[in-house]
């Protein structure tokens, strides 16, 4: 190999990336800040439990990642049945709709309420669609967002539906409305419909940290270098081009193209000399939401066969309950088991950021009592997992502060911004994948805008249902 390629950051994007070159006689030398494998998505374990960070169900429209995921690991990607379920107001509601079940939960008065409000949206529509509330209304009706949208989404981002952008809500529930939700309800099988969510999905054995351990396994099988708890501190630049980096060991490594899937705030950051005011501001006023994850094992063989539940209720913190076992039966090493993953939506600092692991175990096990799920005397273990930056914030500015560091970028010969933080674009894995496949192959000669990838380009939980086409990719 007479070409080397530095690559920063070892989650889906920097490691697709290092496949594609590596397998064109070009050597990848990724630097991961971590000791992990994977980002976000990688896989913890405790004690022989495996923990999905925020959970990853594997499926896509893009042929080129679907075919890299059965390379990699083949017959031990299993297909698993999609199963989730709301809870609000005391109830749990099928997610996706089921329209017999909930019309009955919600009763016929709440019901009606519904349609007529969906009515009013349909006769007179909010003009604008900046925010998710005005975007979601519009589609729905004020009151089945106030009911299945509003108080979860607001866990999520920790700021009023009203601040956060319509293009979140456009990426993640494109082309649904309560129209085709119903008739995908009534008329599940009728030909040529989208289809709004997944009905099934492919999952690794042991869980998605596998899979992108098998990815770092075939890097470095090809030649290809992977440096573990080395984060990049500086990247040195001269006349538009990268011209070394220095990792926090204080080694200076002179690069001839650089690939970058860390957040753009620090990006821009760690550039030296230091890019103008206007994009340095640019950058530190992008947002990002973290997340935590408390593992907890409870003694009980069966508690609910939901992949996950979506937690629409103030009355309690958490956001998502994962069962893991659900997920794949070797997640769990006792089948007399069961461990629920207790998502929780924060910012570094905050106060349930701040709480001492005890006392974030001692919740995790509070919590599922007080949602009827699992009586808190049963948590007989658990573990707290942080993560920053999990989910770019898409709030008033974003986009603007964006486009500022990417006319600044474009001004590198040599370096490129991939994954769901160096775009600052809430992509999942699939799509964040391709965006380390396509900078691969823009610096093996072809030409690709990686700014392009995104869930427009291949919606991730839309396909159709004509015959002879994949049903769920």
């Given amino acids: 190999m007479t070409q080397r390629v530095h690559i920063i950051g070892a989650g889906p994007a920097g490691l697709t990336a290092g496949l594609e070159l590596v397998n064109h006689a070009v050597q990848p030398i990724v630097f991961e800040a971590s000791g992990q494998i994977g980002g976000i998505s990688r896989t913890e374990v405790y004690k022989g439990y495996h923990i999905d960070i925020g959970g990853h169900r594997f499926y896509t429209k893009v042929a080129a990642v679907e075919a890299l995921w059965h390379d ?23 997610y996706p709709l089921d329209l017999v079940s909930t019309l009955r939960q919600l009763g016929i008065v709440e019901s009606a309420r519904i349609a007529w409000s969906y009515l009013l949206a349909r006769l007179r529509p909010s003009p604008v669609e900046d925010t998710f509330d005005q975007w979601v209304s519009n589609r729905f009706g004020r009151r089945l967002f106030n009911i299945f949208f509003k108080t979860y989404t607001e866990k999520v981002w920790g700021i009023p539906c009203s601040q956060i952008q319509a293009d979140w809500a456009a990426q993640r529930i494109q082309n649904l409305s309560l129209t085709t939700a119903v008739l995908n309800a009534l008329l599940p099988n009728r030909a040529g419909t989208v289809k709004s969510l997944i009905e099934e999905f492919e999952y690794p054995t042991h869980g998605p940290g596998m899979m992108w351990q098998g990815f770092a396994d075939a890097v470095t099988a090809r030649g290809g270098l992977i440096h573990m708890n080395q984060p990049v501190c500086r990247l040195h630049h001269q006349d538009g081009q990268v011209t070394h980096l220095t990792t ?3 080694a200076a490594h002179p690069v001839e193209r650089v690939i970058s899937s860390m957040a753009l705030r620090a990006l821009i950051e760690r550039l030296d000399p230091a890019p103008p005011d206007t994009v340095l ?5 992008l947002a990002y939401r973290d997340f935590l994850i408390v593992g907890v094992i409870v003694d009980r063989r069966d508690l609910f066969k939901d992949n996950w539940l979506y937690i629409h209720s103030p009355d309690v913190m958490v956001g998502r309950i994962q069962n893991f076992k659900n997920w794949s039966a070797a997640m769990v090493p006792d089948p007399d088991k069961t461990c629920l993953g207790m998502e929780y939506f924060c910012n570094e600092g905050d106060a349930i950021w701040a709480m001492t692991d005890d006392a974030l175990i001692a919740l995790a096990a509070r919590e599922p009592e ?30 603007d502060n964006v486009a500022i560091i990417r006319r600044y970028l474009d001004g590198f010969d040599n370096l490129q911004t991939i994954g769901r933080n160096g775009l600052h674009r809430y992509n999942n894995q699939d799509h964040s994948m391709l965006t380390g496949l396509f900078a691969a192959r823009n610096i093996l000669g072809e030409h690709h ?16 249902t004509d015959k002879g086409q994949k049903r769920a990719s």
């Fill in 449 to 464: 805008d990686l700014w392009d990838v995104n869930t427009e380009r291949s919606y991730y939980e839309t396909f159709m």
């Fill in 370 to 399: 007080r949602l009827g799920l699992a009586s808190a005397a049963l948590v007989e273990d658990g573990v707290v997992i942080r993560q920053l930056k999990a989910y770019p914030v898409y709030d008033a500015h974003y986009r």
């Fill in 72 to 94: 990699i690991l083949g017959d031990s990607m299993q297909t698993v049945p999609r199963l989730s379920r709301i809870y609000y107001d005391g109830k749990f509601y099928k």
């Fill in 281 to 285: 501001a640019a950058a530190r006023a």
């Fill in 248 to 250: 926090a060991d204080g």
